[in-house]
């Protein structure tokens, strides 16, 4: 049985390992796990409680118990429930009405801020993402590269002191270069692990974490990698609503600050239980119910109140006409680069191949002293310039894609 758990032990530890993260992988752990994206969620349940203190205070009556009287008196009778009483207000210019519209509106508001979160989170992630596979695979670039450079300088060294055929200034030449490189290897190292590290701790993982990256590819991660088609009408886009909510906050603001034009009107229901006469209290079980108003207006205060927030409104209506404006640019932009990057994407691709294989030879040409070591290093330089533009630009078509399917849908 000792022998099966750790086989099973074995077996489990291997998978662990084993696991690979990979685009998508970032785009399901972040909607679940990040701890960003997480308190953004807690925030909007605080929004949804206050929605709902709004709600109560506008349809549930304040309950008022009270006791009032001499302090001979309680001294003598106790302390005794006097009077039980409920206000409701019946009008106060809407001023409940509107802030528990406005309330509702922040609600929606926190849903989107929860949405938009995701969305840095995930193109944080994804940047993370790209800067680990580049420096990963550059060290092993690296890796080729000083290995091939270590052949030649023991072969020109070898030659040196056998016969002195070759100069010693060639092998030291190499040898200088060969240091070079480790520098940037150990460099790319660092980097890589940085990287990686900050992506887990995106992902929430253990910043110690075993996992490997697996390599993008359009063809695999994202199959049928099309535009969808979008709205032709920005203002029914996700950032159009969230212009409009942010828009219909300031109309509110404007109906809560007139509502102090209005008195107040209210329905009170009261029930005496004891009241006090110079002999003390006595029973009185009587009910009634009493309709009244109440009304409080500052000049100064309330006027300019007003205005201000009308003020501030046409300033949102203003803000919301550029915004709109600025998504519809945004939309044809995004379109429009999205297509050019696909290109660039697969052209890098094959250009990041053919200096690859073009490497390869350049290794045996190099070992035969067929080439120079300036026009063997020019040719490692080519292909660790063209990958870093891969990654660059298949990261910002990936975040293009992000923000285009979400953002304009």
């Not at 002195?164 to 490189?181: H, N, R, T």
């Amino acid at each position: 049985m000792s022998y099966f758990f750790l086989f099973f032990s074995i077996f489990l530890s291997t998978c662990i390992l084993a696991q690979e993260i990979n685009i998508n992988t970032i785009f399901k752990r972040i909607l679940t796990h990040n701890p960003t994206v997480k308190v953004k969620e807690l925030d909007h349940q605080i929004q949804k409680s206050e929605e709902i203190q709004t709600f109560k205070n506008l349809y549930l009556p304040p309950v008022v118990v009270s006791n009032e009287n001499r302090i001979e008196s309680i001294r003598n009778q106790g302390l005794k429930l006097n009077t039980l009483e409920a206000k409701v207000d019946i009008f106060n210019g809407l001023k409940d009405y509107n802030t528990l519209k406005k309330t509702t509106n922040n609600v929606q508001i926190s849903e989107q801020d929860i949405f938009l979160t995701t969305l840095r989170e995930q193109e944080r992630g994804v940047n993370d993402y790209f800067l680990t596979l580049n420096y990963e695979n550059q060290v092993k670039i690296f890796d080729s590269a000083i290995d091939t450079l270590n052949k030649q300088y023991y072969r020109l060294k070898r030659m040196f002191e056998e016969n002195q055929l070759s100069p010693k200034s060639e092998y030291l030449k190499i040898l200088s270069d060969i240091e070079d490189l480790k520098s940037l290897k150990a460099q790319y190292q660092a980097a890589a692990l940085n990287s990686k590290e900050s992506l887990f701790k995106i992902l929430n993982y253990p910043l110690n974490s075993t996992f490997t990256l697996k390599e993008f590819s359009i063809r695999e991660d994202f199959l049928g990698f099309q535009l969808s088609p979008k709205t032709t009408q920005p203002e029914k886009t996700t950032l159009g609503k969230r212009e409009q909510l942010i828009l219909k906050n300031s109309e509110y603001d404007v109906k809560i600050a007139k509502s102090e034009f209005y008195p107040t009107v209210y329905i009170k229901a009261i029930k005496d239980f004891y009241e006090d006469s110079d002999n003390g209290y006595y029973a009185n079980h009587d009910g009634r119910v009493e309709l009244g108003f109440s009304y409080s207006f500052n000049w100064g205060s309330t006027i300019d109140k007003v205005e201000q927030k009308k003020l501030e409104m046409k300033k949102a209506e203003i803000n919301y006409i550029e915004n709109i404006k600025e998504i519809e640019l945004r939309m044809r932009t995004k379109q429009r680069e999205i297509e050019s990057l696909i290109e660039q994407s697969l052209s890098q691709e094959k250009r990041v191949a053919i200096l690859k294989e073009n490497l390869k030879i350049d290794n045996l040409r190099f070992e035969s002293d067929l080439i120079t070591t300036f026009d063997y290093l020019n040719s490692l330089n080519q292909l660790i310039s063209s990958q870093e533009n891969l990654y660059k630009t298949q990261r910002d078509l990936v975040l293009s894609k992000i923000e285009y399917d979400n953002l304009f849908k």
